[in-house]
């Protein structure tokens, strides 16, 4: 007995030991250079293109500035499955950036894993709390509604209304004596000619795709996918289309549901089934994707497809063969208000890009980071580079974005190689004067058909805020568990009807299976949240 109790007090004791172990582990505990600075570590969700961080003159000069030193990890394939392990383990870097890389669904789930913001931005937040009081909508967007932050959000003001542009080869219609189309039966009978007859030019009336468009993911349509033709319809969605939630007159609605969708993909299925859609379309990767529009040499190989701009859709080769064109009408004799892809929040802002552990030793040091960060200058850097190789420093508040130092590669590239980019968080005040690079400068001149769609749009109304609304958990988990099964069928009908047909025959039937999974419940959610948020 005697025994058994010494046994019993010995592990007992051992078990505290360990506990105080791994409670010294998950503290972070800092050390510090030799030169007195702060060690952090972090985490960043970069895109392939991006070098190494050691090699970005701007961020050492804010880690300096900070006074810390981070150990970074970089990660550019496979996030969800290591956040996933991450999280569940409680152990995470004491900083971690990237666009929405940790989402309201992850703070709601592990709560107390990630630091509260707001007392750190009002005693070491200065550049975040000015973007605060610039943009309005930032704090809005890193608020949960508890009235804590956890992620920040970012405004980066250059860029336009939407993200996707239609382009069609004008050097093929020229050749081919051919107008621009203004609506769908003028398009399939152009889509027709670019593939019977030899458009390009080259001898060769066989190696033109008529049609392509982006890789479609499983969770729902984003940039660059078909579903900008909607618009046709006089539908205006957001974000390319995301998972179908959309806004006419103040009332939620999804289009996986709607006779126009059925419309839309109907005519997809008619000008597949004539060869006129890259038959790759649903299997290609994205980089396939891209390489595929630069054609070979001089010589496209595209005649009708989506993107951000010229030169990053078509390389230097053939980019000034194309031009973008008005949104179209469905047919010449349509009453309809043709719209577009509305993306200028999703564009201009965004959600959590940047969080910081509970757990982080020195959180002053941390935020003294997340504040430089959020600095104009330091965001312009963010956004294209350093100051120097990428920037061109003209006046007090006033810069010029320098052309890509490789001269075989375009700007949109080069950013991307250069920095963060578009992922990284960032405060681009108005108060800035910027000398843009030539490719959005040359957005800003194709984005000028899809603006006019854009005039007669009633933006508070018939736009759909997603990202503006905060869910609460519960709903959010309801939410999720209903639009997972929903993407599960309605993206693999997409593609089942585009390729081999059916949506006439199963239209009534799908959606009735929808509804039984409680679409309906999750619209009628989002009203709710919506009409509070309006009601503010």
Not at 82 to 90: H, P, W
Not at 113 to 121: A, T, V, Y
Not at 507 to 532: A, P, R, T
Request: charged share 25%; hydrophobic share 35%; with cysteine.
């Amino acid at each position: 007995m005697v025994k058994s109790i010494r046994f019993f007090i010995v592990s007992c004791f051992f078990l505290i030991l360990v506990a105080c172990s791994n409670d010294n582990e998950a503290s972070n505990e800092p050390t510090e250079t030799e030169d007195g600075r702060v060690v952090l570590t972090g985490l960043i969700t970069k895109h392939p293109l991006t070098k190494e961080l050691e090699n970005m003159e701007w961020l050492a000069e804010v880690e300096e500035k900070a006074g810390v030193q981070i150990k970074w990890e970089e990660v550019s394939a496979d996030w969800d499955q290591k956040k996933g392990a991450m999280l569940a383990s409680g152990e995470i870097p004491d900083i971690i950036i990237g666009p929405n890389a940790i989402t309201d669904a992850d703070f709601a789930q592990f709560p107390g894993l990630f630091e509260n913001l707001q007392p750190l931005i009002e005693e070491h937040g200065p550049n975040i709390q000015a973007m605060f009081d610039e943009q309005p909508i930032t704090k809005d967007l890193s608020t949960q509604t508890n009235g804590e932050i956890y992620g920040l959000s970012k405004y980066q003001q250059f860029w336009p209304e939407t993200a996707t542009m239609q382009f069609i080869n004008k050097q093929w219609l020229d050749n081919l004596g051919l107008d621009v189309p203004k609506n769908w039966d003028e398009l399939f009978d152009v889509l027709m000619a670019f593939k019977e007859e030899d458009a390009n030019g080259n001898g060769d009336p066989n190696d033109e795709i008529p049609m392509d468009f982006a890789p479609i993911g499983e969770g729902g349509f984003g940039y660059f996918h078909p579903t900008v033709l909607l618009g046709s319809t006089g539908m205006t969605i957001t974000g390319g289309g995301g998972q179908g939630y959309i806004l006419e007159d103040g009332q939620v609605k999804n289009f996986f549901v709607d006779e126009r969708y059925k419309e839309f993909v109907s005519f997809l299925h008619k000008l597949y089934a004539n060869g006129l859609i890259n038959e790759e379309a649903f299997t290609q990767d994205y980089s396939q994707y891209q390489a595929l529009a630069r054609g070979e040499g001089d010589t496209a190989k595209i005649g009708f497809t989506f993107g951000w701009e010229s030169t990053d859709r078509f390389g230097l080769n053939v980019s000034d063969q194309y031009v973008t064109f008005d949104p179209m009408k469905v047919s010449a004799d349509s009453d309809s208000d043709v719209s577009w892809s509305y993306d200028y929040n999703e564009l201009n802002y965004g959600v959590n890009f940047i969080q910081m552990s509970s757990q982080t030793g020195n959180k002053e040091a941390a935020m003294k980071f997340i504040n430089e960060l959020y600095d104009p200058e330091v965001s312009l850097q963010i956004l294209f580079g350093s100051i120097g190789p990428n920037i061109e420093k003209t006046g007090d508040q006033s810069y010029k974005i320098l052309p890509p130092q490789d001269e075989e590669m375009d700007p949109g590239t080069w950013k991307w190689t250069s920095t963060w980019a578009d992922n990284g968080p960032m405060f681009i005040s108005d108060e800035l004067e910027v000398e843009l690079p030539v490719d959005m400068q040359a957005v800003d001149e194709q984005q000028e058909p899809f603006n006019k769609a854009f005039e007669n749009l009633d933006r508070e109304n018939d736009v759909f805020p997603g990202m503006l609304l905060k869910y609460s958990q519960e709903d959010h988990n309801a939410m999720t568990l209903v639009n997972t099964d929903f993407m599960n069928i309605a993206i693999s009908k997409f593609g089942e009807w585009i390729t081999t047909g059916g949506i006439e025959e199963q239209w009534e039937g799908y959606k009735q299976q929808v509804e039984q999974m409680g679409l309906q419940s999750n619209i009628d959610i989002i009203q709710k949240y919506y009409d509070e948020y309006k009601g503010q």
